[in-house]
């Protein structure tokens, strides 16, 4: 059943390779703590509530950070609506056990002397380097400049950047669009590209996935 619910994760709903991974392991984990917990024979059926809340239980007594055991709690799930849509069954133990209450920290942030070593070894290695370089510098000068999301700045395009007025077009979520003010350099170092991309892969020549 399991083999089943991964090809499902990856090919219906063509979720990311490390959340079918994850998913698969936390169920397959909860799987062999069931074969411990129930002590014999066991149905996904038959499983209670009790039961999921003493997984999650045993991971927190593993030491597992509490956003890994919110994602197991996500998995089982979604693993029981598969079973809900796919097998008929018609319980789902996970949805009523409440998720875990994860810790805010507050966002990490760069002295200024640190910024400034980063800027200056940046600028170093695009005046030494290639396009490689003088595109990640571009990159660092946009979101220091801008404080835009990683999605917007490989959204980004040659016409969104103005480099008489110092603007830069952003498109957020939901198609908004707004203009901030930017960097003056950006767009002269990466030079000239074959895509309206602003920021390429010096490889395919093809705009840069956000997480690329």
Request: hydrophobic residues 35%.
């Amino acid at each position: 059943m399991i083999d089943e619910f991964v090809s499902f994760l990856s090919k219906e709903r063509n979720d990311s390779p490390h959340t079918v991974k994850a998913y698969a392991h936390d169920v397959g984990e909860f799987a062999a703590f069931c074969d411990g917990y129930y002590g014999g024979p066991w149905t996904w059926g038959g499983v209670d509530r009790l039961a999921v809340r003493g997984f999650l239980g045993a991971l927190q007594q593993r030491g597992l950070a509490k956003r890994s055991i919110a994602r197991a709690l996500s998995a089982l799930r979604t693993f029981y609506r598969f079973l809900n849509t796919t097998q008929g069954l018609e319980v789902n133990p996970a949805r009523a056990t409440r998720t875990p209450k994860l810790d805010r920290t507050l966002p990490v942030h760069l002295e200024r002397a640190e910024l400034e070593m980063l800027f200056a070894e940046a600028e170093a290695r695009a005046t030494a380097g290639g396009f490689r370089e003088a595109r990640d510098l571009a990159m660092l000068e946009l979101f220091y400049s801008t404080g835009m999301r990683l999605s917007e700045l490989a959204g980004l395009n040659d016409q969104d950047l103005d480099l008489v007025s110092d603007q830069v077009k952003l498109r957020g979520k939901g198609k908004r669009s707004g203009s901030c003010p930017s960097a003056r350099t950006p767009r002269a170092r990466c030079g000239a590209t074959s895509t309206s991309a602003m920021l390429c892969s010096p490889r395919s020549g093809r705009r840069c996935a956000p997480y690329s």
